[in-house]
Nanobody, 115 residues
Framework: QVQLVESGGGLVQPGGPLRLSCAAS????????MGWYRQAPGQQRELVAS???????NYADSVKGRFTISRDSAKNTMYLQMNSLKPEDTAVYYC?????????WGQGTQVTVSP
């Protein structure tokens, strides 16, 4: 059974940092592309950042220069370092792993940016 488990969410003040982690079961991590998505109340889920198994990255325009996605194959873990957080970054953040038509999602972690 493949599992993706997010952690690291919480309440942070505007301008502050937060790091999210996504721990994956070992069999998929080395070959799957991985990504972070977020969904704010009343909004559609959107891609925040993605990283291929070769390390190529892609970011939504709204987070470029502030967020950094990375993966540690030795730990089967993906990270999202979020800096200069804004209230509009408030959402539930999900990790996703995919290969062709196969995909897995984590359960999500809440990030709230508020004074």
């Amino acid at each position: 059974q493949v599992q993706l488990v997010e952690s690291g969410g919480g309440l942070v003040q505007p301008g502050g940092p937060l790091r999210l982690s996504c721990a994956a079961s070992g069999s998929i991590f080395s070959i799957y592309a991985m990504g972070w998505y977020r969904q704010a109340p009343g909004q559609q889920r959107e891609l925040v950042a993605s990283i291929t198994n070769g390390g190529a990255t892609n970011y939504a325009d709204s987070v470029k220069g502030r967020f950094t996605i990375s993966r540690d194959s030795a730990k089967n873990t993906m990270y999202l370092q979020m800096n200069s957080l804004k209230p509009e970054d408030t959402a539930v953040y999900y990790c996703r792993g995919w290969l062709s038509s196969v995909q897995y999602w984590g359960q999500g972690t809440q990030v709230t940016v508020s004074p």
